[in-house]
């Protein structure tokens, strides 16, 4: 990825063509890390299920791989690790410390076998969707004092409280209710919107 971040403008810019990256690419990027966290929860999980590993290993692979997604998006979100503050690093382990409450109350219903392959994945899929979050909200709260956040819907679907969201936009940052992907839609972040910030 031949991207620079401008830290002034707190955009990603191409180095060859010297332009700012466009909002929708730089959502397709983040989804592609998304993709890969969906193919290691799900592998963890199938294999679990097989037999070829243990609750207690399936729940420290999903954890590691919590934290990695979750960190990824938030550096993602603020051009790089360097960019990354004690703020930053506080609000991603705010959300894997609720995540991995969660996961242990999933581990234990799995252990007792409460819960089917089938529901097994849909399940961490779920947690795959959620890691969209620390990219959202970083973005959001890195936007430049001149600029308004709009909830996109995508063309795909769309629930009522990503409607509301989206025919209520812009927003200011710190007004914004919540990001794509924090569970507090009632599609939990599948409908698939996105944030864009314009002046
Ligand atoms: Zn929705």
């Known amino acids: ?34 993709t890969a966290t969906y193919d290691t929860l799900d ?52 959300v894997l410390a609720d995540e991995y409450r969660y996961l242990t109350r999933f581990a234990n219903q799995i252990a007792n076998g409460d819960i089917s392959e089938a529901q097994a994945l849909a399940r961490i899929r779920q947690y795959g969707n959620a890691t969209q979050q620390s990219y959202y909200r970083e973005y959001a709260n890195a936007t430049p004092n001149n600029e308004q956040i709009y909830w996109r819907l995508s ?21 914004l209710p919540t990001v794509p992907g924090a569970g507090q839609t009632r599609c939990r972040g599948n409908c698939k919107c996105t944030l864009e910030r314009a002046v």
């Open 43 to 94: 592998n963890l999980t199938r294999n679990l299920y097989q037999g070829r590993i243990t609750v207690a290993q399936w729940q420290i692979g999903v954890a590691s791989e919590l934290k990695d997604a979750h960190l990824a998006q938030s550096m993602f979100a603020v051009g790089g690790r360097n960019n990354m503050t004690q703020a930053n690093f506080g609000r991603v382990g705010g």
């Open 155 to 175: 063309p795909a679907e769309h629930c009522p409280d990503c409607l509301d969201l989206a025919s209520n936009s812009p927003y200011k940052p710190a007004d």
């Open 1 to 34: 990825m031949p991207y620079n971040f401008s830290n002034s403008a707190q955009r990603w810019r191409d180095d060859d063509t010297g332009r700012f990256v466009s909002n929708d690419t730089v959502v397709e990027n983040m989804r592609t890390l998304q």
